[in-house]
């Protein structure tokens, strides 16, 4: 089964950082990669997506200037830099792969792969 794994949340106090990652084992990493998150009674929401080939990125618009998504091949990792964090950020962090090429697009249904999520809390 082709299933990734998310890491590196945590608790981190507002104006933080973060640094997460989604790997996996087994199979490389040559997808389209986005990431989602899902706050307490809330509908899980596009965050950042990268696609196949790197050749975009995608950000929803309240975290365009804080977050950067970024892959790196040799670690079959992709990565989400959490900068200036909020308080509206606070949420379990997923990501998935897609085999669509082109554009990516931070639409929940085309990806799959979903791992346990790293919880995000922000909070002084």
């Known amino acids: 089964q082709m299933q990734l794994v998310e890491s590196g949340g945590g608790l981190v106090q507002p104006g933080g950082s973060l640094r997460l990652s989604c790997s996996t084992s087994?199979?490389?990493?040559?997808?389209?990669i986005g990431w989602f998150r899902q706050a307490p009674g809330k509908e899980r929401e596009g965050v950042s997506c990268?696609?196949?080939?790197?050749?975009?990125?995608e950000y929803r618009d309240s975290v365009k200037g804080r977050f950067i998504i970024s892959r790196d091949s040799a670690k079959n990792t992709v990565y989400l830099q959490m900068n200036s964090l909020e308080p509206e950020d606070t949420a379990v962090y997923y990501c998935?792969?897609?085999?669509?090429?082109?554009?990516?697009?931070?639409?929940?249904?085309?990806?799959?792969?979903w791992g346990q999520g790293t919880q995000v809390t922000v909070s002084s």
């Open positions: 087994g199979f490389t990493l040559d997808y389209g």
């Open positions: 990268i696609s196949k080939n790197d050749q975009s990125t």
């Open positions: 998935g792969f897609t085999r669509n090429i082109g554009w990516c697009q931070l639409r929940a249904y085309e990806y799959t792969g």
